[in-house]
């Protein structure tokens, strides 16, 4: 690999995109270029270091040794790079600060954080879906998100930074006929035999759908197979009633017409829910945000499992694990 080059830091994000998917139409996707483009600025690099960074063939993308060698060293000129324009632009710009869904418990976390720094501007979006946000907060369209960061990939989790938030207990939305509806607590049990809608097919939410498999395996219910992404009240009521699939959900999802949200216990399964932000940001209003959060799970006991719970094994990014 040749020694020293002056290498434009766009080149080396472009190579990190593509060594992180190993699949070039993917990493064009995620960083909003066209594969052409991408392809070019891959050889260009190749070109200044003297080295094949790829080994290419019709059915896969894998990287060279040099390309290994290469990958940590482009990651932190990376986040060197975003730490530097934000360090620059971040105090006088808003915070973009997915919420996920609207009616969720985010917004109280919101509203404590701009109490505590009013002169900040935090603005709040809904991606639904922690994988989606991901891909907003590594091209810097967002800046934060909540979510299950232990379900993301590897290679994400290595660009963020995270702060554990809270064991929220899982639900299910039924229809109000449902046999399970009456019911003021659904055991897990109770749903064997059903299909249950957990954002199968979104690809913005395939953390939730893992930790729904993983949640479903061996107990005799599956996971729904892919539906419309349902976006309102109205089309969520068409779309339940023409399936009538449960809905896997958390107890403080928002009321859904015709519905009824009732808990799941025995066990209580919980889904791990974490403040998520992009590997070096510096903004005051994030250590707003994320002072809220801790002020507000504290006050709660967000942070306290809950005996007879249930979690997936190996859970990186909880308190005590030491993942990451």
Not at 25 to 35: P, S, Y
Not at 234 to 261: G, S, T
Request: charged content about 25%; hydrophobic content about 45%.
């Amino acid at each position: 690999m040749a020694s020293s080059y002056d290498i434009d830091p766009r080149l080396l994000r472009a190579f990190t995109a593509v060594a992180e998917e190993l699949h070039f139409t993917r990493a064009a996707a995620g960083l909003h270029v066209a594969q052409q483009a991408l392809s070019r600025d891959i050889r260009r690099l190749e070109r200044e270091l003297g080295a094949e960074l790829f080994a290419r063939t019709t059915r896969q993308v894998a990287l060279t040794p040099e390309g290994e060698r290469l990958l940590p060293y482009a990651r932190r000129v990376s986040a060197a790079h975003d730490e530097l324009l934000d360090a620059f632009r971040a105090a006088h710009r808003p915070l973009l600060a997915d919420l996920n869904t609207p009616g969720l418990v985010q917004e109280r976390i919101l509203r404590r954080a701009r109490e505590l720094a009013p002169e900040q501007e935090l603005m709040a979006r809904f991606e639904s879906g922690l994988t989606g946000a991901v891909r907003e907060i590594l091209a810097g369209r967002l800046d934060t998100s909540f979510g299950r960061y232990g379900g993301l990939d590897a290679a994400l989790r290595a660009r963020l930074d995270a702060q554990f938030v809270r064991y929220e207990r899982m639900a299910v939305i039924l229809p109000e006929d449902h046999a399970l509806a009456a019911l003021p607590e659904v055991p897990l049990d109770g749903l064997v035999g059903e299909r249950v809608y957990a954002g199968a097919g979104n690809d913005r939410t395939p953390e939730w759908t893992d930790l729904a498999a993983r949640l479903f395996a061996g107990r005799g219910i599956e996971v729904a197979p892919p539906a419309p992404l349902a976006v309102g009240h109205e089309e969520f009521r068409r779309i339940m009633a023409k399936h009538r699939h449960p809905v896997l959900a958390v107890v403080d999802f928002p009321p859904m017409p015709d519905c009824v949200l009732r808990p799941l216990v025995d066990p209580v399964p919980l889904s791990p829910v974490s403040l998520v932000w992009r590997k070096g940001l510096r903004h005051p209003a994030l250590d707003a945000l994320r002072t809220a959060a801790a002020e507000i799970g504290a006050q709660e006991g967000w942070r306290t499992r809950p005996a007879g719970s249930w979690l997936p094994a190996d859970e990186p990014g909880l308190p005590g694990t030491g993942t990451a």
